[in-house]
């Protein structure tokens, strides 16, 4: 019988070892991925912010957003999945060469071997070329630095955030992926991050914490009060978010496979359990279900089921998912306002509850009921499974707690002295008149013009109508009327 032409070799752009249908999930996946941080988080910090820092939140996920993939292709893509340096670190190295992206993609580190030195696990290498991998886990590395954003929105100095993005890049999140994902020592001990709940979420919520405190808070007024500009933008930012997380969980199998079903199915199932028990907490805690807390809680869920998607069932996702919606809740609304340190550090979007509470969360959850038959599926180490399952589950437990420790510790640290370092050239906290101002002092633009084509309020030009402008007269003559484009209200 011949081979349709679809599926016959035509070299060089149609190798033997390519799958069209891997690669084209593969580049589906990353897209997904992408469109979560843009424009999904540059959607969703410019919405649920202050009108006054509307623009400077959008603006620090757009700018992480384009700074990361350069200096990932640079030099960060090989220090996180290239060869060996040192059990926590690869080579870094640039990703830019015809000859390297057209070949098959490998992990070159992550072959897997018995004590005895025979090989378990032979090394990753999907169906398509590496420019498909680096691409796809750019994406990873770009979600991480804006959801590390979100505890420093509203004070950060800009340029100081523009020369943390590539250090933090470099010094902290390739060492997390190469440990737990690039063939690192962690990756070798059996630890299982499915896809990001380590790498991602409690490194970005600790980083983040750990950039709050040493930022320094918002003003006063900005803490006391600091009501979202638009909620039903910050939905549709939401709402990116969550579909995109088909491409975060669906993905990580590095192949259009069985694992990657199971995992978007879960992905959805917990994400939709967190976001109903939280705002049922609200409603009977508050008296009213809340919109921020609903989004709060569909992260949290994403979040949690992160690192176990593809190795848990589906039940499992729902028990996730009740445990995703009520225990950050409960550290994020009750704890939060018993603790003298989580007073004092100011997490703008509550990074740290939603993040690293959900993302280490998850990971021990999957230390509990990681499923055998699907561990198999997709993990290195052969006979993997939860604690529930019995056997060497109580050690795969362990694993989760260790892996977690390594993350919180190395991320504490690395930001701590790349942030310290920047402070000796470039101040981390805006200037007063900028905080007291906000976008337009440090961006000279604005969210909204609400007077005409671009125009700013200006009472001599539209009117004197609030006790803002009371002291004011209105010149002799003047009608209120709509004047060219300009209607005054």
């Not at 949690?304 to 445990?323: K, N």
Request: aromatic fraction near 12%; charge should be neutral.
């Amino acid at each position: 019988m011949a081979i349709p032409e679809a599926y016959q070799e035509h070299l060089p752009a149609g190798p033997s070892w390519l799958n069209k249908g891997d690669n084209g999930w593969q580049l589906t996946a990353a897209t997904l991925v992408g469109i979560q941080s843009m424009p999904g988080l540059v959607i969703l910090y410019a919405s649920i912010v202050k009108k006054k820092w509307a623009v400077n939140s959008a603006f620090m996920a757009l700018y992480a957003f384009a700074a990361v993939l350069i200096c990932w292709v640079l030099v960060a893509y090989r220090m996180a999945f290239g060869d060996k340096l040192l059990p926590f670190w690869g080579k870094g190295a640039p990703s830019l060469g015809q000859k390297f992206l057209i070949d098959q993609a490998e992990v070159p580190e992550s072959t897997h071997f018995y004590d005895n030195g025979t090989i378990e696990t032979q090394m990753i290498k999907p169906f398509y070329p590496m420019a498909s991998l680096v691409y796809f886990q750019f994406t990873f590395a770009a979600i991480t630095m804006i959801l590390l954003a979100g505890s420093v929105l509203g004070r950060m100095n800009i340029k100081a955030w523009m020369a943390f993005v590539p250090l933090w890049l470099i010094f902290s999140y390739t060492v997390g992926a190469f440990s737990l994902w690039g063939g690192g020592f962690l990756f070798h001990w059996g630890v299982i991050d499915y896809s990001g709940g380590y790498v991602i979420h409690l490194s970005s919520g600790i980083a983040g914490f750990t950039a709050a405190y040493w930022v320094g808070p918002r003003l006063k007024s900005d803490r006391e009060r600091f009501p979202p500009n638009n909620v039903l933008l910050m939905l549709a930012g939401a709402g990116l978010l969550w579909m995109g997380w088909s491409g975060f969980n669906g993905g990580a199998p590095y192949a259009a496979n069985i694992d990657a079903s199971i995992a978007v199915l879960n992905t959805n199932i917990c994400a939709a359990t967190s976001l109903l028990v939280w705002t049922s907490l609200d409603a009977v805690f508050f008296g009213k279900p809340s919109v921020i807390g609903a989004v709060q809680g569909m992260m949290t869920g994403l979040v949690c089921i992160t690192p176990g998607a593809g190795v848990v069932q589906s039940w499992a996702a729902i028990v996730m998912g009740i445990l995703s919606g009520s225990i950050p809740w409960f550290s994020m609304m009750i704890l939060h306002k018993k603790s003298t340190l989580l007073q004092k550090v100011d997490d703008t979007l509550g990074v740290f509850h939603t993040h690293a509470v959900a993302g280490l969360l998850g990971g021990l959850l999957t230390g509990l009921l990681a499923e055998p038959a699907l561990c198999r599926l997709i993990l290195p180490v052969t006979n993997s499974r939860g604690a529930f399952y019995g056997g060497n589950g109580g050690v795969q437990l362990l694993k989760q707690l260790v892996a977690a420790l390594f993350v919180i510790g190395w991320n504490i640290v690395s930001t701590t002295v790349i942030l310290l370092v920047i402070k000796i050239f470039i101040p981390l906290r805006m200037p007063e008149e900028q905080l007291m101002i906000g976008d337009d002092a440090v961006h000279g633009e604005e969210a909204y013009a609400l007077w005409g084509d671009g125009e700013k309020y200006d009472p001599k030009k539209h009117g004197w109508h609030t006790s803002l402008f009371a002291e004011e007269r209105p010149p002799a003559g003047f009608v209120n009327r709509a004047t060219g484009v300009t209607v005054n209200l």
